[in-house]
């Protein structure tokens, strides 16, 4: 056997683990074999070579009494047990867990849609529901509901969700559109938060909060129990939909729609997870770096302008969309027109302007819930295309933008990247996504992109920023960049941690919160 | 884009091709008269992969092709795979799209048998090549060979590659390519298979 086995776990400890979770859930979906499964649990995209999170097994449980089991059997053995849903968080680190040899707990077996509810608009679902399988679902039946979508359709709900993924319609802040969840904590315990907590509760997943501490958010991004069924809110279907897009021919020009887009997005007339592309990032739908440039380094100026000339895109490109009735619409749009009009050069495109260019296409889905997988072709730019993404929280305001613009695109072509990133608006702050493209056949080309990483967490740190999500190489260089108070946050993490999971059994290291027994060990 | 056939129909077209190149030497170990299922991809939009295509197809038409959204086909090769774990998934796709379809076809435990980058670097086209050993440079010197035509050579070779048995091993070769930018790109080529059913013997299901 050459795949690693959990820390401090001996082989005959291990076996025994192993036939006591093939008692648990069935011989079939317990997974050693590394060829036949165990290697699409890795992170094809890593940086480092992806033995670096290669599990030793998976197991797949379908219930939440399998669920139970299985954490019973790593209490026994003090084994690291890796939660999954989909595990299609590619540039985050996909399936694979953040040490080698852990167990990935793979949840894609409770994949059951629980319920929906047309009339007040949500969902319930298990974890290894993705959004193909809800917008599937709808469609079915006719329900006249939108999901909120991540860029690719086999997405979960309950991973992009407790990760704070973010989407493109007026639900795009996941979490803020969730309502309440079944959680099971280490010791075995099934917790139902907020109004899920009075029994039989006829509101659980109408009201977030319930009564006492919401305490939701502690089971996202962290390793503090196991989400097993998730309320998601969904949209009704408006009556009226005007996508539109905005070119913008200048690199500047990113500050003018930032402070343009906030007082829109404030007052809701831009109701939805609007965003500021960038020009490759739009480009790469539809050709390739090769197609312009085989040179070293990044596309050069002279180039860029080639391809926006070519392909009608912009340096920066704004997509948004309008929702409701056609007079509200038409009221909101002509607020919309006077401020974009101000511009200079900026370009206005609608649906019969840009049908069938794939950027336009699949943006113009994601803004109504549509899931697809065309944002995938980005990995087309390089060939052999393989991605990471420097996620750092800009505030919604010109100025800010292109001070992380800057930062990051010099740093990228010091490093011989090019800078491809996109600025989704938030409330009242951007989710500024720099996707680090490299070729991930080439070794050279992964060193250096894990080098730049690590420089851009620094960078960004100096200035004031911090990432909101990020892949696994990473977890702890960014948790000691919320160093506020001598790590005051992450401390309180770790009291937590030790109170609820004292074996240390959860995804140890999730988000740089290892359990006692492992702390200050990580490398 | 998807086309279904047997494999005892190309390969004839396979010794055909394969006889004046360097897999000559592998003709003895051609499939016999076993019908596997296959389910193959290619990206429509790439003139070198319509013409696998249309290699592996003979003349009949292409229904479609992979378009610039792959979601499409997820859930064809997700059935295929858990109708037919005998089959076999191969295509000549855009990179993208090889991720996609291989990670779906891993949850039915498919994993990779062969995987070629055809990568067009200015004027020379590039073939790495991860292949089962016995395969491996025959098959590198094949497409050496084959120049312009390494589409329809590769679409040929597919049941000999299919066949092969052995660790993957890497070979490379480059040839001056002799083609316009527009078709200037990186493509690649892969085979999945179910991987208990490497040992197996060829099943009889037929699919048309």
Partial sequence: MDKPLPQGISPATFASAIAELQAVVGAEYVFTDDRAHLRSYRDAYSTLDDSNFAPSAAVAPKTVEEVQGVLAVARTHQ??????????????????????????????????????????GYAVVEPGVSYQDLYNYLQEKGIKLWIDCAAPAWGGIVGNTSDHGAGYTPYGDHLLMQCGMEVVLADGTVVETGMGGVP??????????????????????????VITKMGIWLMHEPPGYMPFMVTLPREEDLELITDLVLPLKLNMVIANGALTADLLWESAMSVTKRQYYTGKGPVPDSIRKKIATDLKLGMWNFYAALYGPQPIMDNNWKIVEATLRQIPGAKIYFDADRKGDPGWDYRAKLMRGIPNMTEFSLLNWVGGGGHINFSPISAADGKDSMKQFHMIRDRAHEYDFDYIGEFLIGWRDQHHIFMLMFDRLSDDEKKRAHELFGVLIDDAAKLGY?????HLSFMDQIADTYNYNDRALWRMHETLKDALDPDG??????????????????? | MLTRRAFLKTTVAASAIAGSTGLAALQSKRLESHDI??????????????????????????????ARDVAGQMGEIDNFCRTHPDGIVFGLTRDSDFFVLEHTAAQRGFSLHYRATHDFRGIALVHEIDAPHPVALPLSTSLQQ?????????????????????????TQTAVAATYSGADSGYLVSWMLKATNAHAQTPARTSVS
């Avoid at chain 1, 595990?87 to 953040?98: E, L, S, V």
């Avoid at chain 2, 299922?37 to 992979?66: C, H, I, K, R, Y």
Wanted: proline letters at 8%.
């Fill in chain 2, 146 to 170: 084959a120049r312009a035509a390494w589409p329809q050579m590769l679409a040929s070779a597919l049941p000999l590659i299919a066949q092969a048995e052995g660790a993957l091993t890497r």
């Fill in chain 1, 79 to 120: 084994l690291p047990v890796w939660t999954i849903s989909t595990g299609k968080n590619f540039a985050y680190g996909g399936p694979a867990p953040r040490k080698p040899g852990y167990v990935v707990l793979d949840l894609k077996r409770m994949n059951r849609i629980i319920e929906v509810n047309e009339k007040h």
């Fill in chain 1, 200 to 225: 039989n509760s006829k509101t659980s997943s109408l009201y977030k909060y319930g009564i006492g501490p919401w305490v939701d958010g502690l089971f996202t991004q962290s390793n503090f129990g």
């Fill in chain 1, 466 to 470: 911090g990432e909101y999500r990020t």
């Fill in chain 1, 505 to 523: 059994i959860l995804s140890p290291g999730k988000m740089g919160i290892w359990p006692e027994r492992m702390r200050g060990q990580q490398s």
């Fill in chain 2, 37 to 66: 299922p296959t389910l193959v991809f290619a990206d429509e939009n790439n003139l070198q992969a319509t013409l696998f295509a249309n290699t592996w197809n003979g003349s009949a038409p292409l229904p479609s092709a992979t």
